[in-house]
């Protein structure tokens, strides 16, 4: 665990990329294969279900530190992260040890065949055999908040910069279904070919968000332009009569989309297709609410499939017939790709991605600003000479989304924030008129520069209201404008809305008070939002 927890330090306390690749490359040189793998593993998300509930270990850590529960409590509101607040707050170490990461996770999973007083002796004694760092890391694997700035795109140049392999190969090999539990190190970066390579899709291709005048990518005719659907991206995997979906964070999803199913004797083995899995109606997209009904469900009813039902919404084929096609340019992969919806019966399922239709980019222009009337979120730009890359590359394919939708808004409340920022203010909830009564529709933490987050922090220090534990109700005094993707109906909400991605556009210091928008020109938006679309 002395290992990894100075991994952790090192890649905590620097923004530099070239540090952080050095450490993780200094950390292979020399940690055991098992303890890498689990560490790739928890670098990559795949970080194993929390076996203990977070309100037994902040009674356990209150005790420890022979702490009043409630001053624990507040000790927690002012740093902002439990894992850190039980580290700083427990006693110094009593004991030692030198353990691997190996063992502390398989301590940490064994956990979940034990009562809540067998866990409590075997954490209070973790806790006590742990210096500050190992246990800030323990509690965060612990409570299943383990997070850190590293980026799987880092993660494989680290790896592929100690194995002295191939960037692309190496990613690829980290794709798919694999466990520290089940797989080695040996097995998932070198062995020549594993048994379960029949499942294991490639490596998404990223757009970046256009960040230039469009005439700047030159002339048009080297581009297909396609609209960008808002649905979840995924991989259909044909190999050997079986089918596999994967969805974009390396989900296995294909118990979850059964309309599928048809394609594993319709398609010949060998073949790989990239899209957006959509619900599809009377030939036309649905919103993503109506997709959202069936994400996080175990089981997926009749009834289900009958109000959502999916297509695939296809733009790449990425192998064809057990030939990977990535390294030939997107107009032979395209071509490819609609001669096999021509001569396969697969159209019921598969929808081929449309190219918009643009003399010049003033034509394709015209079309973005008209893209959300289709439930589209924009426009995607893709080199027709581009091969299929590795995660986010610029040059190649570019987003070009439409502007946001946006209202004018007043903070009403204000939560602290995690990590670095926990002892400023940085959590907001906003809200618009009805009548004389301000009612909150969205919270948002992302837009503000850190100037305007410490002028805002000062802000609501001086003038809170009341306290609700680690929430202040403010003053209301300042407008900001909140961009969001989209908008729905919602009952959860008091304000009867939901908003897809809100974030702060801009503090709108030119506003007044009364100058914000009202629940009544919300609900304007959501008729205009929902009769521009299929809902």
């Known amino acids: 665990m002395k290992q990894f927890a100075d991994l952790f330090t090192q890649l905590d306390q620097t923004t530099k990329t070239l540090k952080k690749l050095e450490a993780l490359v200094s950390y292979f040189e020399v940690a055991s294969d098992q303890d890498k793998l689990w560490a790739i593993a928890l670098l990559t998300g795949k970080r194993p279900r929390r076996t203990v509930r977070t309100s037994l270990l902040r009674e356990w850590a209150a005790e420890a530190a022979d702490?009043?529960?409630w001053l624990f409590e507040e000790s927690y509101h002012v740093v902002g992260d439990l894992g850190e607040t039980m580290a700083l707050l427990h006693p110094n170490q009593t004991s030692t040890q030198d353990e691997s990461l190996?063992?502390?996770?398989?301590?940490?999973?064994?956990?979940?065949?034990?009562?809540d007083q067998q866990k409590k002796i075997q954490i209070m004694d973790t806790w006590d055999s742990m210096n500050q760092m190992e246990r800030f890391v323990f509690n965060k694997l612990i409570s299943g908040g383990f997070r850190i700035g590293v980026s799987q795109k880092l993660l494989v140049r680290a790896l592929a910069k100690y194995l002295k392999a191939d960037e692309n190969k190496v990613a690829h090999r980290l794709m798919g279904d694999w466990s520290p539990l089940i797989n080695n190190f040996h097995d998932l970066l070198h062995a020549p070919d594993r048994a379960d390579n029949?499942?294991?899709?490639?490596?998404?291709?990223?757009?970046?968000a256009l960040d230039k005048e469009v005439e700047e990518l030159g002339p048009v005719d080297d581009w297909f332009a396609e609209y960008k659907w808002d649905g979840i991206r995924g991989q259909i995997i044909i190999r050997e009569e079986n089918l596999y979906v994967w969805s974009r964070g390396e989900e296995l999803v294909t118990d979850k989309f059964p309309e599928y199913e048809p394609l594993r004797h319709a398609l010949p083995s060998g073949t790989v297709i990239d899209g957006e899995i959509l619900p599809w109606k009377d030939d036309k997209p649905l919103t993503f609410n109506v997709l959202q009904t069936r994400i996080g469900r175990k089981n997926v009813t009749a009834g289900i499939l009958k109000k959502a039902p999916v297509v695939m919404v296809v733009y790449d084929l990425l192998e064809w017939q057990g030939e990977d096609l990535r390294e030939k340019p997107l107009q032979e992969r395209r071509a490819l790709l609609e001669q096999m919806l021509q001569d396969y019966p697969v159209k019921k399922i598969l929808k081929l991605s449309e190219l918009v239709d643009g003399q010049n980019w003033s034509g394709l222009a015209e079309a973005r600003e008209n893209a959300r009337q289709l439930l589209s979120e924009g426009i995607m730009l893709k080199r027709k000479s581009s091969t299929y890359q590795v995660g986010r590359k610029k040059g190649d394919w570019w987003k070009w989304k439409v502007d946001p939708l946006t209202i004018d808004s007043v903070m009403i409340y204000a939560m602290r924030g995690h990590g670095r920022r926990a002892n400023l203010y940085t959590d907001y909830t906003f809200a618009v008129w009805d009548g004389d009564d301000l009612v909150p529709f969205t919270k948002a933490y992302s837009g503000l520069t850190d100037e305007e987050?410490?002028?805002?922090?000062?802000?609501?220090?001086k003038n809170t209201i009341?306290?609700?534990?680690?929430?202040?109700?403010v003053k209301p005094e300042h407008?900001?404008?909140?961009?969001?993707?989209?908008?729905?109906?919602?009952?959860?909400?008091k304000s009867g809305v939901a908003l897809r991605f809100p974030?702060?556009?801009r503090w709108r210091h030119d506003k007044k008070l009364r100058e914000a928008n009202s629940l009544n020109d919300l609900h304007q938006l959501l008729k205009v939002y929902e009769t521009s679309g299929a809902d």
């Open 67 to 69: 702490l009043p529960y």
């Open 102 to 115: 190996t063992y502390w996770m398989t301590q940490i999973l064994d956990l979940e065949q034990m009562d």
């Open 198 to 208: 029949l499942s294991r899709p490639y490596p998404f291709f990223l757009a970046y």
């Open 453 to 461: 987050i410490r002028k805002v922090d000062n802000y609501v220090k």
């Open 466 to 473: 009341d306290r609700f534990g680690p929430v202040r109700s």
């Open 479 to 493: 407008v900001f404008e909140i961009a969001f993707e989209g908008i729905q109906r919602s009952t959860r909400h």
């Open 503 to 505: 974030r702060i556009n």
